[in-house]
Nanobody
Framework: QLVQSGGGLVQAGGSLRLSCAAS????????IGWFRQAPGKEREGVSC????????YYADSVKGRFSTSRDNAKNMVYLQMNSLKPEDTAVYYC????????????????WGQGTQVTVSS
């Protein structure tokens, strides 16, 4: 199970942090991704931590502004979003699986409930 928290309304240039609590997994072996979907647009991958190689990959649209971190002791993953832009407005989802490719391609059955991020100009 993945339970998200955080999000909300922020002005352009501001910051927000999203949290994703994972339960029922072997957390150390978990690949975790963040996705977002804006109204009328397709779901977009934002970042992905690969348990296969220990690296985190970011979409070009968020590189240098967003970062992810993990607290293995708490089974938590965070998405820190800085220098937010109006185009970052979307519902954000965390997704996880022990198979990295299902997270990369968004085919994992394990998703958070989603949280709204709204960036005003």
């Amino acid at each position: 199970q993945l339970v998200q928290s955080g999000g909300g309304l922020v002005q352009a240039g501001g910051s927000l942090r999203l949290s994703c609590a994972a339960s029922g997994f072997t957390f150390d072996d978990l690949s975790i991704g963040w996705f977002r979907q804006a109204p009328g647009k397709e779901r977009e991958g934002v970042s992905c931590f690969s348990s296969s190689d220990g690296n985190t990959y970011y979409a070009d649209s968020v590189k240098g502004r967003f970062s992810t971190s993990r607290d293995n002791a708490k089974n938590m993953v965070y998405l820190q979003m800085n220098s937010l832009k109006p185009e970052d407005t979307a519902v954000y989802y965390c997704a996880a699986d022990h198979q990295t490719r299902t997270v990369v391609f968004g085919t994992t059955p394990y998703w958070g409930q989603g949280t709204q991020v709204t960036v005003s100009s």
